[in-house]
């Protein structure tokens, strides 16, 4: 059984550029929360998808958008990048049966650096 | 917002018993508690979770008061690895988790 996996580990783009950032889910859960973490605080909720539909969504703008695809996989995209979207971002996958239901296992995350 | 409180910080001596509280005064009847760790630039752990019976499994153990508003986790034996930043967080299954600012623990050798 393969972990949540996370890709690009580090990235740095300009004020303005796009990015994308890419989450494999954990085997057999279909469900992938995104979050941002400044430093220094928690992580705050972006959105999350749910057999490729969006299933919640966070306190953030719609330059923060997002994918999920067939095989549960997800995309986080950002727009219009400003200095603020520096942080970690993590995604989780859950599933949805048995007791351990909706537990949330958390990916690596990808640092992103506006510069 | 988190519907959570825990204190910024707790200092334990390693292999002494690490109890980290958390109050949850408005936790609605069908709310868990769960617990997270994150090590320093990792992904957050899951530890436990639990409804209103105390749960406990190889990691740690969750005590939940009756009146389910507050509640202590409990690493019967804390390491030098589990110094990390602990979050406790309240939700309905399957929605999402609103974190706090979490714990920040330091276990001492």
């Not at chain 1, 953030?60 to 995209?77: A, H, I, K, V």
């Not at chain 2, 690493?75 to 706090?100: E, K, N, Q, S, W």
């Not at chain 2, 714990?103 to 050798?109: A, E, G, N, Q, S």
């Amino acid at each position: 059984e393969t972990g949540v996996t996370q890709s690009p580990t580090h990235l740095i783009k300009t004020r303005g550029q796009q990015v994308t950032l890419r989450c494999s889910s954990q085997s057999g859960h279909n469900t992938v929360s995104w979050y941002q973490q400044a430093l220094g605080q928690g992580p705050q909720f972006i959105f999350q998808y749910y057999r490729e539909e969006e299933n919640g969504r966070g306190n953030f703008p719609p330059r923060f958008s997002g994918l999920q695809f067939p095989n549960y996989s997800s995309e986080l995209n950002v727009n219009a990048l400003e200095l603020d979207d520096s942080a970690l971002y993590l995604c989780a996958s859950s599933g949805t049966s048995g007791w351990n239901a909706y537990e949330q296992y958390f990916g690596p995350g990808t640092r992103l650096t506006v510069t | 917002d988190a519907k959570t409180t825990q204190p910024t910080s707790m200092d334990c001596a390693e292999g002494r018993a690490a109890n980290l509280p958390c109050n949850h005064s408005t936790i609605s009847g069908n709310e868990y508690v769960y617990w997270y760790r994150q090590i320093h630039s990792q992904g957050p752990q899951y530890i436990i979770h639990g409804l209103k019976n105390n749960e406990t499994n190889e990691m740690a153990s969750l005590i939940i008061t009756e009146d389910r508003k507050s509640s202590t986790l409990i690493l019967p034996h804390a390491t030098l690895r589990d110094t990390a930043v602990y979050y406790c967080i309240v939700r309905v299954g399957g929605d999402d988790m609103r974190f706090g600012a979490g714990t920040r623990l330091t276990v001492k050798p």
